[in-house]
């Protein structure tokens, strides 16, 4: 599968962001993330915008690690 998952996975695994919580921010089904998650289906492009805006409202680091994983881009220093 892509990148999306892979790096879905590890965002949320490194800032202890549940499926579940994902899940309600961006109000989906929790199996949707849960499939994203285990990479057995791939985030469509146009839920990638509602991934990133529910992980800014969660943990604003986790989106900006999320995108430079996803984007295989090195992190920004602040």
Same mark, same amino acid.
């Given at each position: 599968?892509?990148?999306?998952?892979?790096?879905? =996975?590890?965002? /949320?695994?490194?800032?202890?962001?549940?499926?579940?919580?994902?899940?309600? $921010?961006?109000?989906?089904?929790? @199996? %949707?993330?849960?499939?994203?998650?285990?990479?057995? =289906?791939?985030? /469509?492009?146009?839920?990638?915008?509602?991934?990133?805006?529910?992980?800014? $409202?969660?943990?604003?680091?986790? @989106? %900006?690690?999320?995108?430079?994983?996803?984007?295989? =881009?090195?992190?920004?220093?602040?």
């Amino acid at each position: 599968m892509g990148r999306a998952g892979k790096a879905l =996975r590890q965002v /949320l695994e490194t800032y202890g962001i549940s499926q579940n919580r994902l899940a309600v $921010t961006i109000g989906i089904n929790r @199996a %949707t993330v849960n499939q994203w998650f285990n990479e057995t =289906r791939d985030p /469509l492009a146009e839920s990638i915008p509602d991934i990133v805006d529910a992980l800014e $409202t969660l943990n604003p680091v986790a @989106a %900006t690690d999320f995108l430079s994983l996803y984007l295989g =881009r090195p992190a920004p220093k602040d």
